[in-house]
């Protein structure tokens, strides 16, 4: 009895164990799996580090290039500061020495005066105390003013080496620094060997190269941007461009209402009153500017009529003047010329450069401008441009490519496996590479009277705006450039790929 109350709970003895088989399975397939998707994660994201260190090596470099192009900006403006500081320093010693000499007299004004006027001395006696009261001041700046446009030209020198430097340094300095970012980035990343040395690089180098260029404006004779700046009526004051005034101010500098003597008939008045001209000028060929100061004696006279002479004259100039306005006489109307449009020297009373002058200036001008201020900076000296005339805000896009020994992606010996159980990494020839380009661009906005449209779309982009209103083209003269990242080109990709997987050898190419 006892024997069949235990038949029902009777089990087969080999049905112990079958459940482990498929959970071995399963742990060995799922261990597989982590295997690869760990190998792939580790792929990938060593994919994205690098390929963001290409994007920080890239973008450095276009910080590079905005510095080159804003740095060139601001010591161009100070080079167009400096340019209009040495032409008020010709202009103001022109006027000095021609008020000066104003005030000395002229030998054939004073024997007309002599002769004509009752009472001469209204005329010499003020023309005495007002030499007295300008000579002190004349032999101050006499003494100040050459020192002063030899310190204005050193300057200027200064910054225009400065300039030519930096271009050259930070064109030099790109690959060690994309370089150094990668390196910072990740210690087993570089840029790719021999890059920038490459025919891949070449086409792009150069046209990095020549989007800039340095600029030698002194002795040409055509147009200059350097130029146009700096001769710009608004960058110009009123007493470099045009000095037209009265020498004669009240109560009796300069002029004179007298009597005529016994010897002027028929009876009356001699009257004199006097004009000045003058203005700055820079050369044509760039090389210095250039100033010419006169002044006339309008002499009213019953018994002589109408008559002008001269009062008084003065010239100065900084460059080197040597062959030019030093040798007279000069016949040539293109002498009388400056450049940007200004002619005669601020004396605009005749549409034609050289014609219908006064005596006084043609004197001074056959004089020639006298002792250059400063012989060895005058002019415009070397600066940087843009090549051509950019429309476009984009700079040319620099281009890197950085790479990383696959041998380095995992730390532990054997983690890939080895035999049928190796993982392949899928990289080519060993070595895993990214593309990253980027380049400066030009920000100020300006298309639209709100700026909302225009390239840069800054926040409140309509303080940015040109006071005209008008879009403001990429140029060396405005500091608004600025690095992004740029997309990297089809064929830079596809020269990239062929680089590092070439044909197989053997390979032949179809006919």
Same mark, same amino acid.
């Given at each position: 009895?006892?024997?069949?109350?235990?038949?029902?709970?009777?089990?087969?003895?080999?049905?112990?164990?079958?459940?482990?088989?498929?959970?071995?399975?399963?742990?060995?397939?799922?261990?597989?799996?982590?295997?690869?998707?760990?190998?792939?994660?580790?792929?990938?994201?060593?994919?994205?580090?690098?390929?963001?260190?290409?994007?920080?090596?890239?973008?450095?470099?276009?910080?590079?290039?905005?510095?080159?192009?804003?740095?060139?900006?601001?010591?161009?403006?100070?080079?167009?500061?400096?340019?209009?500081?040495?032409?008020?320093?010709?202009?103001?010693?022109?006027?000095?020495?021609?008020?000066?000499?104003?005030?000395?007299?002229?030998?054939?004004?004073?024997?007309?005066?002599?002769?004509?006027?009752?009472?001469?001395?209204?005329?010499?006696?003020?023309?005495?105390?007002?030499?007295?009261?300008?000579?002190?001041?004349?032999?101050?700046?006499?003494? !100040?003013?050459?020192?002063?446009?030899?310190?204005?030209?050193?300057?200027?020198?200064?910054?225009?080496?400065?300039?030519?430097?930096?271009?050259?340094?930070?064109?030099?300095?790109?690959?060690?620094?994309?370089?150094?970012?990668?390196?910072?980035?990740?210690?087993?990343?570089?840029?790719?060997?021999?890059?920038?040395?490459?025919?891949?690089?070449?086409?792009?180098?150069?046209?990095?190269?020549?989007?800039?260029?340095?600029?030698?404006?002194?002795?040409?004779?055509?147009?200059?941007?350097?130029?146009?700046?700096?001769?710009?009526?608004?960058?110009?004051?009123?007493?470099?461009?045009?000095?037209?005034?009265?020498?004669?101010?009240?109560?009796?500098?300069?002029?004179?209402?007298?009597?005529?003597?016994?010897?002027?008939?028929?009876?009356?008045?001699?009257?004199?009153?006097?004009?000045?001209?003058?203005?700055?000028?820079?050369?044509?060929?760039?090389?210095?500017?250039?100033?010419?100061?006169?002044?006339?004696?309008?002499?009213?006279?019953?018994?002589?009529?109408?008559?002008?002479?001269?009062?008084?004259?003065?010239?100065?100039?900084?460059?080197?003047?040597?062959?030019?306005?030093?040798?007279?006489?000069?016949?040539?109307?293109?002498?009388?010329?400056?450049?940007?449009?200004?002619?005669?020297?601020?004396?605009?009373?005749?549409?034609?450069?050289?014609?219908?002058?006064?005596?006084?200036?043609?004197?001074?001008?056959?004089?020639?401008?006298?002792?250059? !201020?400063?012989?060895?900076?005058?002019?415009?000296?070397?600066?940087?441009?843009?090549?051509?005339?950019?429309?476009?805000?984009?700079?040319?896009?620099?281009?890197?490519?950085?790479?990383?020994?696959?041998?380095?992606?995992?730390?532990?010996?054997?983690?890939?496996?080895?035999?049928?159980?190796?993982?392949?990494?899928?990289?080519?020839?060993?070595?895993?590479?990214?593309?990253?380009?980027?380049?400066?661009?030009?920000?100020?906005?300006?298309?639209?009277?709100?700026?909302?449209?225009?390239?840069?779309?800054?926040?409140?982009?309509?303080?940015?705006?040109?006071?005209?209103?008008?879009?403001?083209?990429?140029?060396?003269?405005?500091?608004?450039?600025?690095?992004?990242?740029?997309?990297?080109?089809?064929?830079?990709?596809?020269?990239?790929?062929?680089?590092?997987?070439?044909?197989?050898?053997?390979?032949?190419?179809?006919?």
């Amino acid at each position: 009895m006892q024997r069949s109350a235990h038949k029902g709970r009777a089990r087969p003895a080999g049905t112990r164990g079958q459940a482990l088989v498929p959970a071995l399975l399963f742990l060995l397939v799922g261990g597989i799996g982590l295997y690869v998707a760990f190998g792939s994660f580790q792929m990938t994201g060593a994919k994205i580090k690098l390929q963001n260190t290409a994007d920080a090596a890239a973008y450095s470099a276009a910080v590079l290039q905005a510095r080159d192009y804003n740095f060139a900006a601001y010591t161009n403006r100070a080079m167009v500061a400096n340019q209009v500081t040495a032409a008020q320093v010709v202009a103001l010693k022109s006027w000095v020495d021609e008020l000066d000499g104003t005030y000395a007299g002229n030998a054939d004004t004073e024997d007309l005066i002599r002769t004509v006027a009752a009472h001469p001395n209204l005329w010499t006696t003020p023309n005495r105390r007002g030499r007295a009261d300008i000579a002190p001041v004349r032999n101050a700046l006499d003494a !100040l003013l050459p020192t002063v446009a030899q310190g204005i030209g050193s300057i200027t020198r200064a910054l225009s080496n400065a300039q030519t430097g930096y271009h050259m340094a930070l064109i030099t300095a790109v690959p060690e620094t994309a370089d150094a970012v990668a390196r910072q980035n990740q210690s087993d990343t570089h840029v790719t060997s021999g890059y920038f040395m490459s025919e891949r690089n070449a086409a792009q180098l150069i046209a990095w190269q020549s989007y800039t260029t340095i600029v030698a404006p002194a002795g040409k004779l055509d147009s200059d941007r350097f130029a146009d700046v700096v001769t710009d009526p608004q960058t110009l004051d009123g007493f470099v461009k045009r000095r037209v005034s009265s020498r004669s101010v009240a109560p009796d500098y300069q002029q004179l209402d007298d009597q005529a003597s016994p010897t002027c008939r028929p009876a009356g008045r001699v009257t004199i009153n006097v004009t000045h001209v003058g203005g700055t000028q820079l050369r044509t060929d760039k090389k210095g500017w250039q100033s010419i100061d006169a002044s006339t004696a309008h002499i009213i006279t019953p018994c002589t009529g109408s008559v002008d002479t001269i009062a008084g004259h003065g010239g100065s100039t900084n460059g080197n003047t040597r062959g030019y306005m030093t040798n007279p006489p000069f016949v040539s109307w293109s002498d009388w010329k400056g450049y940007g449009g200004y002619y005669n020297f601020g004396d605009h009373t005749s549409p034609t450069p050289g014609l219908l002058i006064p005596d006084a200036m043609a004197h001074q001008f056959t004089l020639g401008p006298g002792p250059s !201020l400063d012989a060895n900076n005058g002019g415009l000296l070397p600066y940087e441009d843009i090549t051509g005339t950019p429309t476009a805000e984009d700079a040319p896009r620099i281009t890197i490519e950085v790479e990383r020994d696959v041998g380095t992606l995992s730390k532990t010996a054997g983690l890939n496996g080895a035999a049928r159980m190796q993982v392949d990494n899928g990289s080519a020839r060993g070595v895993m590479r990214a593309l990253a380009s980027a380049q400066a661009y030009f920000v100020r906005p300006a298309d639209d009277p709100f700026g909302e449209s225009a390239s840069g779309a800054l926040l409140r982009a309509s303080e940015w705006l040109r006071g005209d209103g008008k879009r403001e083209y990429p140029g060396t003269f405005s500091p608004y450039w600025q690095a992004r990242l740029a997309p990297v080109s089809d064929s830079e990709r596809a020269a990239a790929r062929e680089a590092q997987m070439p044909p197989a050898a053997g390979a032949r190419s179809l006919r």
